[in-house]
């Protein structure tokens, strides 16, 4: 099939936050000084909230108990690769992402970057939204935008 007339792949990407509402931003392991949010394929087996809760429990290997609410944003953002990575030769374009703003219960100390064997981020923090804006890899604030947008105005209504 012609590169134009592959799919996007499906994909969730999580802004998962703490109870002071800062949000947890990783680096890369594949990309020295590369920050972004958790973020995967998903698998079409399972629902979308249910890829959510398998890519955070994979990535940062926090169990389903440490998460409270799961809110699918309405922000999307669909981009073509660059250079399409092996796993997708022949089979996508690029992603189609969906965001969620995701409530984290837990203690920080439940976060285990290297639960997989091959864990996606060297470290982590956790950072206001205008440190994500400052650190976030350029090419993907284009995707947080809206998403960043939403997630502003869900944590002033909960003020209220």
């Known amino acids: 099939m012609p ?9 969730v990407c ?3 936050y703490n109870k002071k509402g800062e949000l ?3 680096e890369r392991s594949d990309r020295r000084g590369h920050w972004q949010f ?10 979308l909230r249910q890829n959510v809760v398998r890519e955070l429990k994979e990535e940062l290997g926090i169990p389903r108990r440490t998460l409270g609410s799961i809110r699918k ?10 250079s399409t990575p092996p796993y997708a030769k022949r089979r996508w374009r690029g992603q189609s992402q969906t965001f969620w703003a995701v409530e984290f219960v837990g203690a920080d100390s439940e976060i285990d970057l290297f ?3 091959s864990p996606e981020f060297l470290r982590w923090r956790w950072a206001s939204v205008a440190t994500v804006r400052r650190v976030a890899d350029s090419r993907r604030l ?11 105005a869900l944590r002033r209504r909960g003020r209220r």
């Open 38 to 47: 958790p973020q995967g394929g998903a698998e079409p087996r399972y629902s």
């Open 142 to 152: 284009k995707g947080y935008d809206g998403a960043l947008k939403e997630y502003i």
């Open 24 to 26: 947890f931003i990783g």
């Open 14 to 16: 999580m802004l998962l």
């Open 3 to 11: 590169p134009r007339k592959l799919p996007l792949r499906p994909n």
């Open 73 to 82: 944003l309405k922000a999307t953002h669909e981009y073509e690769w660059r």
């Open 115 to 117: 639960a997989d064997d």
